[in-house]
């Protein structure tokens, strides 16, 4: 039985190939929406687009490779867009990501790219972030501190079990309660030793594709 929230996904990552362009270089993201977008674009590339890809993961380079998509390590200019899902968004774009453990990465790819069009299920639309914990990719060293540091912001934090990242870190997962200021928290842990990257992602989204049914909500964010 397909559950209705894999429908959403597909029917986002739907809705996002019709921004993909022929001659352009893209970064993938990591996830299960990702997965969708991904299977919809090794289509398009068979049907005769060219499209180059930067992938946010070992296993998101590995599934595009797979399907005979071009995958490419590095690029010297901007990426034309980045398409990734996400564990949260809320209504002015800002959001959680990295519940696959790709946070470092998929900000890399954001941050370089033209337009950042983010994919989502109807269930991770809300009104605040928060309910979500906030991945945090730190050092290994000191990772005792790193948290303790972490938790004086109010966040409850746990040490994700048995998962190291493709960069050989590991990941603190925290939770904020109603994040009322995302830009913010997400400086403020940044400046805390040891710590790699916060999964929260700031004023980078371009579009979000809203699966809703076998269709899809389109919300520009100016």
């Known amino acids: 039985m397909v559950h209705q929230t894999d429908i959403e996904k597909r029917s986002a990552a739907t809705g996002a190939l019709e921004f993909v362009k022929d001659n352009s270089t893209i970064g993938l993201g990591t996830g299960t929406t990702t997965h969708y977008f991904i299977l919809g674009l090794a289509e398009l590339v068979k049907q005769g687009i060219k499209v180059r890809c930067m992938a946010s993961s070992v296993d998101t380079a590995r599934k595009a490779l797979s399907l005979g998509i071009s995958v490419i ?40 790219s033209r337009e950042f069009n983010v994919m989502v299920d109807s269930t991770k639309v809300k009104e605040k972030l928060g309910n979500f914990g906030v991945p ?30 493709d960069n050989g870190n590991p990941l603190i997962d925290c939770y904020f309660g109603d994040i009322d200021n995302p830009a913010l928290l997400e400086s403020t842990i940044k400046k805390i030793p040891g710590v790699v990257e916060v999964g929260l ?12 049914g076998n269709g899809y909500i389109l919300k520009e964010i100016k």
């Open 201 to 212: 992602f700031n004023g980078m989204t371009r579009r979000i594709f809203q699966g809703k």
């Open 136 to 165: 945090i990719e730190v050092l290994n060293f000191g990772i005792s501190f790193t948290k303790t540091n972490i938790e004086r912001l109010g966040g409850k934090c746990t040490v994700r079990s048995d998962f190291v990242s």
């Open 73 to 112: 390590d590095s690029y010297a200019d901007k990426l034309d867009a980045y398409f990734d899902g996400a564990d949260e968004v809320e209504p002015g774009g800002s959001l959680i990501k990295g519940g696959g453990g790709a946070l470092t990465r998929e900000k890399i790819l954001a941050y370089n």
